[in-house]
Nanobody
């Protein structure tokens, strides 16, 4: 069982930066591949990026590649999403999620994830 709690969301101007954190409970955090997803109003939840179990590999959606960076600290049971050059279209609720079956640095689907946080809202003003 893993519980995930996101933090770090807020209001930022276009071009600005935010860093989201996702703190996980449980002793087996390093066993999970971790993903970030987002859901804008009226839209489906979409994949943002993923990091493999060790932190040695990452994978990003094309829409955020080059602007967002995922990292993790297994000693602190925490995964991070550094978001730079933010755009209004990045406005969404951001969720972290954990997967036992998908532990690599690859695209993750919503169906692949075993545990979800409750999300943190990111609003980017133009």
């Amino acid at each position: 069982q893993v519980q995930l709690v996101e933090s770090g969301g807020g209001l930022v101007q276009a071009g600005g930066s935010l860093r989201l954190s996702c703190a996980a409970s449980g002793r087996t955090f390093s066993s999970y591949g971790m993903g970030w997803f987002r859901q804008a109003p009226g839209k489906e939840r979409e994949f943002v990026g993923a990091i493999n179990w060790s932190g040695g590999g990452t994978y990003y959606a094309n829409s955020v590649k080059g602007r967002f960076t995922i990292s993790r600290d297994n000693r602190k049971n925490t995964v991070y999403l550094q978001m730079n050059s933010l755009k209004p279209e990045d406005t969404a609720v951001y969720y972290c999620a954990a997967s036992l079956s998908r532990r690599g640095a690859t695209i993750y689907d919503v169906k692949d994830m075993d545990y979800w946080g409750k999300g943190t809202l990111v609003t980017v003003s133009s």
